[in-house]
Nanobody
Framework: QVQLVESGGGLVQAGASLRLSCAASGRTFSTYYMGWFRQAPGKDREVVGRLRKSGTDSYYADFADSVKGRFSISVDNAKNTMYLQMNSLKVEDTAVYYC???????????????WGQGTQVTVSS
């Protein structure tokens, strides 16, 4: 059973940065494909970025067009934690952010098997 716990959300002004954490159980990042998703009120859950292992000590990540160049993903294997670094935040980035783990390399949230509880990010103008 995979357990995921997000943290790091908060209220920031537009243009600020925030780093979200996703603490995982076991060898999650080498076993599963990982995703960061977000869901704003009244909207569908959408992918923000995905991560997969690409080598012994390396990972590959890709991002939604809406966050490309502003967001990045990193992993600290010693801490079993994945991070979502969010820079140049915009009001439209306001949402609940989730990390997820699954066995398919996909942007479809329904294909991910394990989810964290989510963390709220609010960006004010």
């Amino acid at each position: 059973q995979v357990q995921l716990v997000e943290s790091g959300g908060g209220l920031v002004q537009a243009g600020a940065s925030l780093r979200l954490s996703c603490a995982a159980s076991g060898r999650t990042f080498s076993t599963y494909y990982m995703g960061w998703f977000r869901q704003a009120p009244g909207k569908d859950r959408e992918v923000v970025g995905r991560l997969r292992k690409s080598g012994t000590d390396s990972y590959y990540a890709d991002f939604a067009d809406s966050v490309k160049g502003r967001f990045s993903i990193s992993v600290d294997n010693a801490k079993n934690t994945m991070y979502l670094q969010m820079n140049s935040l915009k009001v439209e980035d306001t949402a609940v952010y989730y990390c997820a783990a699954g066995t398919s390399w996909t942007t479809n949230s329904y294909s991910y098997d394990y989810w964290g509880q989510g963390t709220q990010v609010t960006v004010s103008s």
